[in-house]
């Protein structure tokens, strides 16, 4: 079958190696890189399922097609959720067979054209973004200066304008500060570790205490939140951008109150934060979670609309899906659903996250 294979694909012009054994292809894999490993679900040693989880554990970017008999279909579906791209049933038809190679290759190729473009436009946004703080910081120094040399000299409606530009300057900053936390989501610098949500919650309302005392806000965190696997600064971020939002967006006609919880599934945390607040009009729902979101056009609202954006960035980068359930002036819930960590990074199962909503 292997000697038959590569004689298939030879003949459309591809460089092909070959492995006699799981833990053969698993060697050859981490010396050389491939774009498709096309591999027999059987195997003596290490057979098609465990070579996929042993390449998603080593994190390699190469694209898996499993050949597999009829019999075995349901363990080719398992391969699917652990993130081949296709399957092969026995026996092999060749004109088949090269059909799914070619097309396994065009989408690496794409995958990784995109990522690269994508390393360039990070790169890009991270240089503006560092030369346009830098020149923010100068200005408000200079403004600042100019107040305290000036001050007694200047009119009260120079000061305001000076107030104007301080202010100013500060909001542009926080906005690139924001660009460059979305631009850092999922860029595989993440440092994984057991993360206590417990106590990140605590620590999230412990941040925001004081305007959650301010607003006179009845504050209500489920026990017995669970430990997940994840990044703890991104997980953070998160919870306090959605967190902040129920606090900032409170009505001040009723008594505000924001109830934190949890409910759990075989493979899935599914979170929310709910709130009494002013609510989100069903038009403007998806148009929240985009960069610069803030809810209905011409609307004045705080912040600089990219809290939502970054949450379902970090939501979606560990196969999770965001929502928000709302009507205007009765209040929102926003869900978020993390997959376990024996459910990631399945791309057929980030559908199911989705599909959750119902």
């Known amino acids: 079958m292997l000697s038959y294979l590569a004689r298939v694909l030879a003949n459309d012009e ?13 060697k050859l894999l981490e010396t050389e890189d491939f774009d498709v490993v096309l591999s027999d679900l059987m195997m003596q040693d290490v057979n098609g399922l465990k070579l996929l989880e042993e390449m998603r554990r080593r994190k390699m970017d190469t694209a ?37 190679v070619k097309s396994a290759c065009e989408k690496q190729l794409i995958r990784k054209d995109i990522r690269a473009r994508t390393h360039e436009l990070e790169a890009f946004v991270f240089a503006i973004s560092h030369d346009l703080a830098g020149h923010l910081v100068a200005l408000r ?8 040399s000036c001050g007694g000299r200047i009119g009260r409606e120079a000061l305001e304008h000076l107030d104007r530009i301080d202010s100013s300057s500060e909001l542009m900053e926080k906005l690139i500060t924001s660009i460059s936390d979305f631009a850092k989501v999922g860029r595989g610098t993440a ?18 205490q004081s305007l959650i005392e301010e607003k006179g806000i009845d504050l209500r965190v489920a026990p017995g939140m669970p430990d997940i696997e994840g990044d703890w ?26 109830e934190i919880g949890m409910f759990e599934s075989e493979k899935y945390y599914k979170f929310y934060v709910k709130d009494n607040g002013v609510g989100v009009a069903r038009a403007d729902q998806e148009r929240i979670f985009e960069m610069f979101g803030r809810g209905r056009e011409g609307q004045q609202v705080p912040g600089t609309g990219m809290g939502l954006a970054i949450a379902r960035k970090v ?7 965001i929502w928000v359930e709302s009507e205007e002036n009765q209040g929102s819930t926003f869900y978020f659903t993390i997959p376990k960590q024996s459910a990631r990074p399945a791309k057929a199962e980030v559908e199911e996250a989705r599909s959750s909503r119902s």
């Open 315 to 321: 939501v979606n980068s560990v196969g999770g899906n």
């Open 233 to 258: 600064i991104s997980t953070y971020e998160l919870f306090h951008n959605l967190i902040n939002n129920a606090v900032k967006f409170s009505r001040d006609d009723v008594k505000p109150f924001i």
């Open 191 to 208: 440092k994984f570790e057991k993360i206590d949500l417990n106590r990140l919650v605590r620590d999230v309302i412990e941040n925001l």
């Open 14 to 26: 591809y460089s092909i190696s070959t492995a006699p054994s799981g833990a053969e292809a698993l």
């Open 141 to 148: 120094g200079f403004a600042n200066r100019l107040r305290k």
């Open 64 to 100: 898996v097609i499993l050949i597999t008999a009829y019999g075995s279909l349901r363990s080719a579906i398992t391969a699917m959720r652990l993130g081949a791209v296709d399957y092969v049933l026995k026996p092999t038809d060749e004109d088949e067979l090269r059909l799914r």
